[in-house]
């Protein structure tokens, strides 16, 4: 889709059939970064990433590295 939006501001009409040029340009400069094998590698990444993570909130006690274990003997505040 290609707009004019400077005579149709809300950018209603596509006027790419009007300017093939200007489409060839753009369709040009945009396939110079598109590479469909990173993209796929990437995405095979995050899908190994998304397995290990529904695997991991799965378990029934997830384990919590960050959380300290408070002592019984703080449990009660001392008299005064």
Same mark, same amino acid.
């Given at each position: ?6 005579? #149709? ?25 598109? #590479? ?45």
């Amino acid at each position: 889709m290609l707009i004019d939006r400077h005579n #149709d501001p809300r950018q209603l009409r596509n006027v790419a059939a009007e300017h093939p040029e200007a489409c060839a340009v753009l369709r040009a400069e945009l396939n110079k970064s598109w #590479d469909p094998a990173a993209l796929h590698a990437q995405d095979q990444v995050r899908r190994a990433h998304e397995a290990i993570f529904a695997k991991w909130g799965a378990q029934d006690c997830v384990p919590e590295p960050d959380r300290w274990t408070v002592p019984e003997s703080s449990w009660v505040l001392p008299s005064r």
